[in-house]
């Protein structure tokens, strides 16, 4: 079984091989994480853009993901 400071350390060898871009994603994702609540109001306003992106193709795939993830 994973000790509390093996879970961390692995947590931080998959950050020092993120390259900027993975980097600024989980900083995005970790600051929302953080955050307050939303208000309904602005959850809705979030997932119409989060719909937009995806609309524009802005997003990765599930073979993407499953790429990036056995780089780590």
């Known amino acids: 079984m994973n000790t509390i400071a093996a879970r961390?350390?692995?947590i931080i060898e998959r950050v020092m091989h993120l390259?900027?871009?993975e980097l600024t994603e989980l900083e995005?994702?970790?600051?929302?994480f953080t955050e307050q609540p939303v208000s309904i109001d602005q959850y809705n306003q979030e997932m119409?853009?989060?719909?937009a992106e995806?609309?524009?193709g802005e997003c990765y795939s599930h073979d993407?993901?499953?790429?990036?993830?056995?780089?780590?």
């Open 19 to 21: 390259n900027e871009e």
């Open 8 to 10: 961390k350390y692995a």
């Open 64 to 72: 993407e993901i499953e790429k990036m993830a056995k780089e780590w």
């Open 54 to 56: 995806f609309d524009k």
């Open 28 to 32: 995005t994702s970790l600051i929302k």
């Open 48 to 51: 119409k853009e989060a719909e």
